[in-house]
């Protein structure tokens, strides 16, 4: 994703049970927010309908959802260089 530069912020917050995905100027900086449920399939499928829903392309929704499995076990990510 960084070398698509495709997004600013990466959030996944387990406290308020959400991910937040900032995306780039190449998508006129839309922000993704979507819910985490207990049924982690659920999780990922629905961040990916609100991403088709902001016309997302399907590469760039491939590799957020493949992001999101890579970091399921961990309780709160920022990938946006933020500590």
Do not use: C
Not at 38 to 43: F, I, M, S
């Amino acid at each position: 994703m960084q070398q698509e530069q495709v997004v600013d912020a990466f959030v996944v917050n387990i406290k308020t049970r959400s991910i937040t995905v900032s995306l780039s100027n190449s998508y006129v900086k839309k922000t993704i927010v979507s819910g985490i449920y207990d049924d982690w399939g659920e999780t990922v499928d629905k961040f990916a309908d609100r991403a088709k829903k902001k016309e997302v392309s399907d590469k760039h929704i491939e590799m957020l959802t493949d992001t999101l499995d890579r970091t399921s076990h961990v309780p709160l990510i920022k990938m946006d260089g933020s500590e």
